[in-house]
C-alpha cells in the first residue's frame, strides 16, 4: 500500500513542469529567507497566487519547495551579514557570523547548507513513517473529536500570543470573527454584509492574509526613512564558493550533534505552536550543553551552526506531520499550506492521508525532493543573493506590494479583494503598532469556518451537549486544549511559583481518564505509564519541600516566524 | 483621566466593536431547518471576545496611565513617524480608486513610480531610475500573470475610450 501510494506519488509529481516551478519555488524561498524582514511565512503566502492557475499537487509541491527554501536562505544572511534572514535562523548567526569573519566563510556556509539538507532528509523519513501511522488515529474520530481537536488547534493561538496572552487570544477570536463574514457555508445565510453587496461573499482568505501579514510587514520594514533608503548591506555583499566536500566531512563527522538536533527539530515542528523559531535556539543550547568544549560556542564553533540550521529544517518535517495526520496547523506556514489545501478544495482532516493519499505522499515526496535542490541550489542562489542585498529596502518594498495588489486580483478577478488586501494591510499594521500578535489571527481566520462545521455537524447528529465529554477523543482533545491555555503562563511562571510545580503532574494524570476511556490494552498501558510518571513528579516535588527552582525558568519565548 | 492610556482606547473600541456586531447578528436570517442557526457561531465568538475586551480593559485601566516623561500625542508626531507608511497606504488607496480608470498595468506602474520617488527622492537621476524599476518590475509580472496565466486584469476605461 505504501510503495504503490509512493509510486502514484512519483508518476504524478515527476513531470519536468513541476520539477521546473519548484525550483523556482526552492530559489524564491531562498531568496526570501536571505533577506531580513521577509519571513518564511510571507514567502510562502506570496506564493499562493501563483499556484491558484496549478492543480492541488503542482501547486503545493511549489509552496513546500518555497518552505524548504525559506528555512535554508535565513543561514546566507545569518552567516555573510550577521542579520538573522528569518528567525529561525537567529542561533546560526551565534557561531556562522564569527566565523565568516574569522576567514572562513565558505566553510560556514558549507556546514549550514549541509546541515539543513541532513536535518531536512532525517524528519523527511519520520515523516513519511510517523504521519501515516499518526494519520490512521484520525479514522476513530467522530464529528465531536474533530471539534474538540480544532478547538485543540484553536488554543495554540495562547502559545502564539507570546508576551501578552490576552492579546493573542483577542486576535484570535477577531480571526474567528472575520471568518463569520458572508456566506454561513451550512445554511447558505449571509451574515455581517451590512448592506454591502461584495461583503455577502465574505472576504477571500487570501488576500485577508497577504493584507494581515505581507502588506503590513513590508510598510513595517520602510517605516524607519533612514533604513528604508539603505540596501541590506550598504557596501555590498561578498561572494564566496561554498566549501561543500570538507563540510560534507564535517557535518558526518558530528553525527550525534546532527542527529539530536533534527530530532529536537522534529518534536518541536510537532507540538503545536512551537516551530523553527523555537527549535534553532534549543538545539543551540542542547549542543552547548552536551559539548566538551561549550566555550567554543561563539566564537565561530563548527557544532554552533549544525545544531540550529538541522534543527530548523527538521522541524519543518514535523509541523507537516502535525499538518498532515491531524489536519491542524503546527506553526503559521503550516497554518498558510492548509489554506492552500482549502484553496484547492481539499479539506484538510485527520482523513487526509486516507482518502488523498497521492497528494498526501506527493508531498511527501516533494519535501524530499525540495532539499536536493535546496543543496544543488544555493551555491547559485547565493550570487542572487548578493546582488539583491544591493537593492535598497524601498524599492524591493514598492515592487512587492503591487505583486500583492496583482496576485491577490488573480485569485477570483474581483477588484474587491484587493480592497480586502487594503484593507487588512491597515489592521495588520495597527495591530502590529499596538502589540498584537498577527499569528493568531490567520489561525483564527483559517479555522474558524472548519471549526463551526464541525460544531454543526455534531449537533445534527446528537444534541446532547455531554458527548463532548463522554466520547474519549473529545475529551482528551479539550484537556489538552485546557492546558494549551495555560501553558504561556506555566512557561513564564515556571522556576518562579509553586502552582507550576503540579502543571505537568496534573496535565499527565488528567489524560490518563481519555486513555483508559478508549480501551486497548496500549492504551491503558500508556494511561497507567502517565499516571505513575504524574505521581512521581508530584512525589518528587513533595520530597523538595515544594520548592521551586529558579534553574527551570528563562524558557525560550514562542515567536512569530 | 489620568488612568487613560492607549489600550484603554483599544479596549473601548473593541467592545464598541463587539456590540455592532452583536447588534448586526440579530439581522441574520432566521431558519426553521439545522440545530445551529446561523447567528449562533458568531455569537459564540462575540461572547467570547466581549470577555476578552473587558479583560483587557480592567487590564489596561490598572495599569494606569503611560509613566512621567513618555513622549506626549502629537498629530505631527505621529505624522513624521509614520511618513512612509502614510504615503503608501495614501497612494495604494489612490491606486485602487483609479484601477477603474487606469487598469492594472498603468496603475501598478505609476503606483510603484510614485511611491519610490515620494520614498526614495525625486532627484533627476532617481526619477529616470525609478521610472524603468516600475515599468520593467510591473511589467513583467503583468505580462506573466496575462500571458503565462491567463488572468485578465481590468484593462482601465482609458484604453477603452481612446
Known amino acids: 500500500m505504501l510503495f504503490d501510494n509512493i509510486a502514484a506519488a512519483f508518476h504524478e509529481l515527476f513531470v519536468f513542469e513541476t520539477m521546473f516551478l519548484m525550483m523556482v519555488g526552492v530559489v524564491a524561498g531562498l531568496i526570501a529567507g536571505g533577506v531580513p524582514g521577509f519571513t518564511i511565512a510571507m514567502a510562502v503566502v506570496l506564493t499562493l497566487p501563483f499556484t491558484f492557475g496549478m492543480d492541488a499537487v503542482q501547486g503545493l509541491a511549489v509552496m513546500m519547495g518555497v518552505f524548504v527554501g525559506g528555512l535554508s536562505g535565513g543561514l546566507m544572511s545569518g552567516i555573510l551579514t550577521g542579520i538573522p534572514g528569518t528567525p529561525s535562523s537567529v542561533a546560526t548567526t551565534f557561531d556562522g557570523f564569527p566565523m565568516a569573519r574569522a576567514g572562513r566563510p565558505g566553510f560556514a556556509l558549507g556546514l549550514g547548507v549541509w546541515s539543513s539538507f541532513f536535518g531536512g532528509i532525517i524528519s523527511a523519513v519520520l515523516l513519511v513513517t510517523l504521519a501515516p501511522q499518526l494519520a490512521r488515529i484520525g479514522l476513530e474520530f467522530q464529528q465531536w473529536d474533530y471539534f474538540a481537536l480544532v478547538v485543540f488547534a484553536l488554543t495554540i493561538t495562547a502559545s502564539l500570543a507570546g508576551e501578552n496572552l490576552i492579546k493573542g487570544l483577542i486576535a484570535g477570536a477577531l480571526g474567528l470573527l472575520v471568518a463569520t463574514v458572508g456566506e454561513d457555508e451550512i445554511n447558505g445565510i449571509a451574515r455581517f454584509h451590512f448592506g454591502n453587496e461584495a461583503l455577502k461573499q465574505g472576504f477571500g482568505f487570501l488576500p485577508v492574509l497577504i493584507g494581515l501579514f505581507a502588506f503590513s510587514q513590508l510598510l513595517s520594514d520602510i517605516q524607519d526613512r533612514v533604513r528604508a533608503r539603505q540596501s541590506l548591506a550598504e557596501g555590498g555583499g561578498v561572494a564566496v564558493k561554498v566549501e561543500h566536500r570538507k563540510a560534507i566531512a564535517a557535518v558526518l563527522k558530528r553525527w550525534g550533534n546532527l542527529l539530536r538536533s533534527s530530532l529536537i527539530g522534529v518534536f518541536t515542528g510537532i507540538l503545536p505552536a512551537a516551530g523553527s523559531s523555537i527549535s534553532n535556539i534549543l538545539a543551540y543550547d542542547q549542543a552547548k550543553k552536551a559539548s566538551r568544549e561549550p566555550e567554543k560556542f561563539g566564537t565561530g564553533c563548527e557544532d554552533g551552526i549544525i545544531a540550529p540550521e538541522s534543527a530548523n529544517n527538521a522541524t519543518a518535517g514535523g509541523a507537516l506531520i502535525t499538518m498532515m495526520a491531524l489536519g491542524i496547523p503546527g506553526d503559521i506556514v503550516t497554518a498558510v499550506m492548509l489554506g492552500a489545501l482549502l484553496i484547492h478544495d481539499v479539506i484538510p482532516s485527520p482523513t487526509f492521508i486516507t482518502e488523498t493519499p497521492v497528494l498526501a505522499y506527493s508531498l511527501f515526496l516533494a519535501f524530499f525532493v525540495a532539499h536536493f535542490m535546496m543543496v544543488a541550489l544555493q551555491s547559485y542562489t547565493l550570487r542572487l543573493f548578493v546582488l539583491i542585498t544591493k537593492v535598497r529596502m524601498y524599492v524591493l518594498t514598492s515592487v512587492i506590494l503591487v505583486y500583492c495588489a496583482i496576485g491577490v486580483f488573480a485569485l477570483s478577478n474581483i477588484a474587491f479583494d484587493i480592497w480586502t488586501l487594503f484593507w487588512f494591510g491597515i489592521l495588520g499594521y495597527l495591530m502590529r503598532i499596538f502589540g498584537f500578535p498577527l499569528a493568531p489571527m490567520i489561525l483564527g481566520v483559517v479555522l474558524g469556518r472548519i471549526a463551526e462545521q464541525w460544531l454543526a455537524r455534531a449537533l445534527a447528529r446528537s444534541e446532547d451537549l455531554s458527548h463532548f465529554i463522554t466520547s474519549p477523543w473529545s475529551l482528551f482533545f479539550l484537556l489538552l486544549a485546557a492546558f494549551s491555555v495555560f501553558f504561556p503562563k506555566y512557561q513564564a511562571d515556571r522556576g518562579k511559583k509553586t502552582w507550576t510545580l503540579f502543571y505537568p503532574a496534573i496535565f499527565m494524570i488528567s489524560l490518563c481518564v481519555p486513555a483508559f476511556m478508549m480501551g486497548g490494552a496500549v492504551r491503558i498501558v500508556l494511561g497507567i505509564l502517565l499516571i505513575a510518571m504524574g505521581v512521581r513528579s508530584l512525589v518528587k516535588h513533595h520530597r523538595n519541600g515544594w520548592k521551586v527552582d529558579p534553574a527551570a525558568s528563562g524558557a525560550p519565548q514562542l515567536r512569530e516566524g | ?162
Open chain 2, 1 to 162: 483621566m489620568s488612568r487613560l492610556n492607549r489600550d484603554v482606547y483599544i479596549a473601548i473600541l473593541l467592545l464598541l466593536l463587539c456590540g455592532a456586531f452583536f447588534a448586526a447578528s440579530f439581522d441574520i436570517r432566521k431558519i426553521d431547518y439545522g440545530i445551529l442557526t446561523a447567528a449562533a457561531w458568531p455569537r459564540i465568538i462575540l461572547v467570547a471576545l466581549t470577555v476578552l475586551s473587558l479583560i483587557y480593559l480592567v487590564q489596561s485601566l490598572r495599569r494606569g496611565a503611560p509613566p512621567e516623561g513618555t513622549k506626549s500625542f502629537s498629530i505631527k508626531g505621529v505624522i513624521d513617524k509614520y511618513r512612509n507608511p502614510f504615503w503608501c497606504y495614501a497612494l495604494f488607496l489612490l491606486f485602487l480608486l483609479t484601477l477603474e480608470y487606469l487598469g492594472m498595468l498603468i496603475g501598478g506602474v505609476l503606483f510603484v513610480f510614485c511611491l519610490l520617488t515620494v520614498i526614495g527622492g525625486a532627484s533627476k537621476r532617481n526619477l529616470i531610475i525609478h521610472a524603468l524599476i516600475a515599468v520593467i518590475m510591473v511589467g513583467a509580472m503583468w505580462a506573466l500573470f496575462t500571458f503565462g496565466l491567463g488572468v485578465i486584469f481590468p484593462q482601465g476605461e482609458i484604453f477603452t475610450t481612446l
